[in-house]
């Protein structure tokens, strides 16, 4: 992965605002820095953490990894649960 300013930039905002909402404490020097980072954006429910994490994992080797999954338009039929080992309908 080739570091640029706005790689730099985009790490340095995400690695405030993760240590703001999560108390992280990543360091840019480290190894697994870039990878730390792409794990903790997707536990934030700030949009502005999230937006920063996409913008990162663009910038990363692997963006289909660190993507969260879409939500699903609605889900059509019945519920599913389990009861003491057993699919019930809900």
């Not at 240590?19 to 903790?40: K, W, Y």
């Not at 609605?74 to 389990?82: F, T």
Request: with cysteine; aromatic share 6%.
């Amino acid at each position: 992965m080739e570091f640029n300013k706005s790689v730099l930039d985009c790490m340095q905002q995400l690695r405030r605002r993760l240590r703001d909402e999560q108390q992280l404490n990543i360091r840019l020097s480290q190894p697994d820095a870039i990878q730390a980072m792409l794990t903790a954006y997707l536990c934030s429910g700030d949009e502005m953490t999230r937006d920063l994490g996409k913008q990162l994992a663009t910038y990363s080797d692997m963006p289909a990894l660190f993507t969260p999954p879409s939500k699903p338009a609605g889900r059509s039929g019945p519920s599913v649960r389990i009861y003491r080992g057993q699919r019930v309908l809900g």
